[in-house]
């Protein structure tokens, strides 16, 4: 059972942006910025608007692509004052330092953890739990929650709740969950397996996939007991702006900092 006394910690809004080639992709509607597509400036105002942390997913595969992401990872980080994690396309310690020196908070693994699951204790050992996200996508098959490589393409045998026991039992800091069944369907969060997740893990569970409107936010709290809620569109379209989102959360009892 989680020992965490998750009432006194406040709940986290986290804006995840997905970067290729140096630009926010999935697009986003706000017109007063220079450019929309730049994830520093995006994220700058997300910052100014309340955002508690940022997650920036590097969806190039490349060489170069990955140069370019490390270059945004060091303008992020002179330009901002909130915690933010990075993922995409870290495979070995390697990835992982380079990011962190880039000045990353911390640092996002999938694949990479699920292929050698060692590289959990490698990043905890050398960095320290803190910095170590695992993220797990997982869908729910006919036969219960199963993990999911390649952007939800590819099935494991890996079960999401022993997966994401391991990770923790390995130094995982945190775990950020995605439903593949919720992901850009807007119907809510996984709020039963987040449940499940954050009573048995005593480490923070970061949920993901499935919100499109306030009360989303509201039940992934209240009901799934998530200690941080991610999401992507509804906030680069500005159908949710944060400062109003923090306020209705305060307003139904959840401790959100403002």
């Known amino acids: 059972m989680g020992n965490k006394s998750n009432m006194s910690l406040a709940k986290r809004i986290i804006p995840c942006l997905d970067v290729k080639d140096g630009e926010t992709v999935k697009g986003t509607n706000f017109i007063n910025l220079r450019s929309a597509g730049d994830p520093v400036e995006l994220g700058k105002m997300y910052s100014d608007q309340g955002a508690d942390e940022l997650v920036f997913l590097d969806i190039t595969a490349s060489f ?147 919100a499109g409107r306030r009360e989303h936010f509201r039940d992934v709290f209240a009901i799934g007991h998530a200690d941080a809620a991610l999401a992507a569109s509804v906030f680069h379209f500005g159908e949710i702006p944060i400062p109003e989102l923090k306020q209705y959360l305060r307003g139904e009892g959840i401790n959100v900092r403002i």
Request: aromatic letters at 8%.
């Open 64 to 210: 170069e692509g990955r140069k370019t992401f490390t270059d945004m990872v060091t303008r992020v980080a002179q330009e901002l004052n909130i915690p933010f994690t990075v993922g995409g396309g870290i495979n070995e310690l390697a990835d992982v330092e380079r990011l962190l020196y880039a000045g990353a908070d911390k640092v996002s693994i999938n694949s990479a953890a699920i292929r050698r699951p060692e590289l959990i204790e490698e990043v905890a050992t050398r960095f320290g739990s803190q910095v170590c996200v695992v993220a797990i996508d997982a869908r729910f098959d006919a036969d219960g929650w199963h993990c999911y490589l390649k952007g939800g393409r590819e099935r494991t045998e890996l079960e999401l709740f022993p997966w994401a026991r391991e990770a923790q039992e390995r130094g995982a800091g945190e775990i950020l969950f995605t439903s593949m069944d919720h992901d850009g369907v807007k119907e809510g969060y996984a709020n039963e397996a987040l449940r499940t997740l954050a009573d048995e893990l005593s480490i923070p569970i970061i949920a993901s996939g499935g």
